[in-house]
C-alpha cells in the first residue's frame, strides 16, 4: 500500500526565515510526486511534479527536490502570503490515483 | 481556460438522504477524478473516470457511486448519507503530459455537511 508522511504538521516562520518540508514516502513504483499549496476553504493548487530521483523544480520562492525515499519543499525568503497548507502526494505507475500526505501547515509572521 | 467548476459550493443535508454533486472539467480534459478530504482522513481518493468509463475506484462503500457524460461532465452520488460524509468533496481534472504522467487539477469543492 503507498503511503505518505509529511512532517512538521504545522511550521511557524517570520518573513524571511527560509525553512524546509519534508515528504517521506513508499510507493509500488513511482511514476511521479507533486507537491499542492491548499488555502482555507479552496481546491488544492497543482505546484510541481518530480519524476525521479535528484530532481529539482523551482518556482519563486519555492524550490521541490527529490530523493529515492523522500521529496523537500524548500522555501526561501517566505513571505506572509505564503501561509497556506502544503500538500505531497504520489503517483504509482498503474493508475491515476494520487495518495497525499496529511499536509503541512504553513504560517509566516510578518 | 476555465478552471474545474464544481456545483454546489456548499451542501447542508441530513442523514440519511442522498445528495448529487456535479464537476466540469477543464475545457479538453476526458479524465475526471474525486477525492474526499476531511480533517481526520486528509485527501482520499474516490474514483476516476475516463471516457464515461470508471478506471479505478478507492476504499469507499457501495453508497458512493460516480457517472461520467459524454462531454466529460462527472457526478458523484452518496446515498443514505452518515453524519461521517461530512466532507470536502473534490473533482480533479486531468491532463497528461509528453513524460507519461499526469497532472491532476482540481476544483474548488463542494462542502458538504450532514445533520
Known amino acids: 500500500e503507498d503511503q505518505v508522511t509529511q512532517s512538521p504538521e504545522a511550521l511557524r516562520l517570520q518573513e524571511g526565515e527560509s525553512s524546509s518540508l519534508n515528504c517521506s514516502y513508499t510507493?509500488?513504483?513511482?511514476?511521479?510526486l507533486f507537491w499542492y499549496r491548499q488555502d482555507p476553504g479552496k481546491g488544492p493548487e497543482f505546484l510541481f511534479t518530480?519524476?525521479?530521483a535528484g530532481e529539482e523544480k523551482e518556482k519563486e520562492r519555492l524550490k521541490a527536490t527529490l530523493t529515492k525515499k523522500e521529496s523537500f519543499l524548500h522555501i526561501t525568503a517566505p513571505k506572509p502570503e505564503d501561509s497556506a497548507t502544503y500538500l505531497c502526494?504520489?503517483?504509482?505507475?498503474?493508475?491515476?490515483?494520487?495518495?497525499f500526505g496529511e499536509g503541512t501547515q504553513l504560517t509566516v509572521n510578518p | 481556460k476555465a478552471g474545474v467548476t464544481q456545483t454546489p459550493r456548499y451542501l447542508i443535508k441530513t442523514r440519511g438522504q442522498q445528495v448529487t454533486l456535479s464537476c466540469s472539467p477543464i475545457?479538453?480534459?476526458?479524465?475526471v477524478s474525486w477525492y474526499q478530504q476531511t480533517p481526520g482522513q486528509g485527501l482520499q481518493f474516490l474514483f476516476e473516470?475516463?471516457?464515461?468509463?470508471?478506471?479505478n475506484k478507492g476504499n469507499f462503500p457501495g453508497r458512493f457511486s460516480g457517472r461520467q457524460f459524454s462531454n466529460s461532465r462527472s457526478e458523484m452520488n452518496v446515498s443514505t448519507l452518515e453524519l461521517g460524509d461530512s466532507a470536502l468533496y473534490l473533482c480533479?481534472?486531468?491532463?497528461?503530459?509528453?513524460?507519461?504522467?499526469?497532472?491532476?487539477?482540481f476544483g474548488p469543492g463542494t462542502r458538504l455537511t450532514v445533520l
Open positions: 518530480l519524476y525521479s
Open positions: 510507493v509500488s513504483g513511482l511514476r511521479g
Open positions: 502526494a504520489v503517483q504509482a505507475h498503474f493508475g491515476s490515483r494520487l495518495t
Open positions: 475545457s479538453g480534459h476526458r479524465s
Open positions: 480533479a481534472s486531468t491532463v497528461w503530459s509528453e513524460l507519461g504522467t499526469d497532472t491532476q487539477y
Open positions: 473516470y475516463f471516457s464515461e468509463t470508471q478506471r
